[in-house]
């Protein structure tokens, strides 16, 4: 198996080797067993349905051949996935709403903060103006800007992250960590943030009248 194969289900995280299940003709014998569990690759161009359907027309076979022992047993296949998180699909999709709810009350209050910042910076920007900035690039600067918070947020929350993993993996037996796909995912959300929610205040400060902005009050 590769290295990072892991069967989280069964709690295996760490394991050196992975070797055959051999049994002996005595182990063989024994038809009274029934809690083996097989993680298994399908062939190509096979589904889940049809795994199962063929595992259980063995399983029927083994019923009227060995009746005594396999009678009202049968199997079941189902993805490595849906073992692992079936149970708690609905809590983690209610997890996810509401950390999608946070982030966007936070990329409102981001959003509001910068635009604020902008109109206390008007005078700046209207000096700007006036030395021949155009509308794009004080547009430009400010977006920048936005970005440049928003991606440091996103930093931030990924080292935020791995340290509650490490915890979790140094004081519990699950396996948490931090993968690149993770990484890659914050640092894109962070960015998208900034991009989506510092366009409205970069715009609104760009189209600001520079003779107003540096009237004498």
């Not at 003709?25 to 349905?49: C, F, M, S, T, Y």
């Not at 996935?81 to 996810?96: F, Y």
């Amino acid at each position: 198996m590769p290295r990072q194969f892991s069967v989280t289900a069964w709690g295996a995280t760490t394991v050196p080797m992975w070797a055959p299940l051999a049994w002996s003709a005595k182990q063989a014998a024994v038809r009274e067993n029934h809690n083996a569990q097989v993680v298994a690759r399908l062939k190509p161009g096979v589904d889940i349905a049809q795994a199962d359907a063929e595992m259980r027309a063995i399983s029927t076979r083994l019923e009227q051949e060995y009746p005594q022992a396999n009678a009202g047993w049968s199997a079941t296949v189902i993805s490595l996935q849906e073992l692992i998180v079936g149970d708690i699909r609905r809590s983690l999709l209610t997890l996810l709403a509401a950390v999608g709810l946070v982030l966007l009350i936070a990329c409102a209050n981001a959003g509001n903060l910068l635009f604020t910042r902008a109109l206390g910076r008007r005078k700046e920007i209207a000096i700007r103006a006036a030395l021949g900035a155009g509308r794009g690039r004080v547009f430009q600067q400010l977006l920048v800007e936005a970005l440049v918070l928003t991606s440091l947020g996103g930093l931030l929350g990924v080292v935020g992250g791995w340290g509650l993993a490490w915890g979790v993996s140094s004081f519990t037996p699950l396996p948490a960590r931090i993968t690149v796909w993770s990484v890659a995912i914050a640092l894109t959300l962070g960015a998208g943030a900034g991009l989506v929610f510092g366009v409205y205040p970069a715009a609104r400060a760009s189209r600001l009248d520079p003779i107003a902005a540096l009237r004498v009050e």
